[in-house]
């Protein structure tokens, strides 16, 4: 029988299942984390990055990277930020961090883990963010004597998350 | 698949911390290490013609003995917009941000020079 242009039936496989679940559980943890005071506009712990290292360590980056821009996009929707400077930035990061990684995961697993992982993404993310601030939302030099507090956030989250992420892990190698 | 024993921090991620914590001390030493410029110092033949803050916005006759000289001020930077001198070195030196940067026009005798709030790190300038 011919199939139907018009009666398309899309089964979600194993792997969608799959990343589908995580990016839920990433946007929760966005939504949480989105409830919290922040000390100082942008610096946040960003939870939810905890998630995007553990499909990354168990599943691949393929995986990865679609737990975290289906975060960034389904986050933005649910806490009405979609499309705004906020939103940018945010996807902005996404993509460096991304990109840090898709080069940070050929690293010998026997000699760095999740927190080096963990440390690269979260200095991609900020680099990513406070790059396109520059370019776009504030386009002066000033903005470099922010930068250090910036990245020393991304130190000491970045170590934490990766810390998190290591002790899941090592509880639970498999998902 | 059999469990792996491994510690949390494996020996690679102390020289990633490590690494990190070096371009954050770095990264700030950089960022907050440079003295702004503040004042502009306007000469005329060698003598300081006037000391003006660089916040001020604010453009300055400076007569010389070819003419005057067009000095302009706006928010923290400073420029010879004119000059009668020949070969406009001085204007084609453009805007001057940095503590130390000057912009000098001959013939005619006049400068410009950005100081921040430490003193200089040598005693003066002739030519």
């Not at chain 1, 919290?36 to 990277?65: C, Q, Y």
Request: with cysteine; charged share 15%.
């Amino acid at each position: 029988m011919t199939a139907s242009a018009t009666d398309r039936v899309v089964t979600a496989g194993v792997d969608d299942l799959r990343i589908a679940r995580y990016a839920a559980l990433a946007i929760m943890l966005g939504v949480v984390e989105a409830g919290f005071p922040s000390p100082l506009p942008g610096v946040k712990p960003g939870i939810a990055n905890i998630v995007t290292l553990l499909v990354l360590w168990r599943h691949g980056w393929r995986d990865a990277a679609w737990v975290s821009l289906l975060r960034i996009f389904g986050g933005a929707l649910v806490l009405g930020g979609f499309l705004s400077p906020g939103f940018a930035l945010s996807l902005c990061g996404g993509i460096v961090s991304l990109a840090a990684l898709a080069a940070a995961q050929y690293l010998q697993r026997r000699w760095f883990g999740p927190v080096s992982l963990s440390l690269i993404a979260a200095f991609a993310h900020i680099a990513g963010q406070l790059g396109l601030a520059r370019l776009w939302l504030i386009p002066d030099n000033g903005l470099i004597r922010l930068a250090p507090v910036f990245f020393g956030a991304a130190l000491v989250f970045g170590l934490a998350n990766g810390l998190i992420c290591a002790r899941l892990l090592k509880e639970h190698p498999t998902p | 698949m059999s469990k792996t024993e491994w510690r949390l921090l494996q020996p690679g991620d102390w020289l990633t911390a490590a690494l990190g914590a070096t371009l954050v001390a770095l990264l700030a030493w950089l960022a907050w290490n440079t003295d702004a410029a503040t004042h502009v110092r306007i000469y005329q033949s060698g003598k300081l013609f006037a000391e003006l803050d660089l916040m001020a916005h604010r453009t300055m006759q400076v007569p010389g003995p070819l003419g005057d000289t067009t000095v302009e001020i706006a928010q923290g930077r400073a420029r010879i917009a004119a000059d009668p001198s020949p070969r406009q070195y001085c204007v084609k030196a453009g805007w001057l941000t940095e503590t130390g940067q000057t912009a000098i026009c001959l013939p005619n005798r006049t400068s410009i020079e950005l100081t921040g709030s430490r003193a200089r790190a040598y005693d003066s300038l002739s030519y």
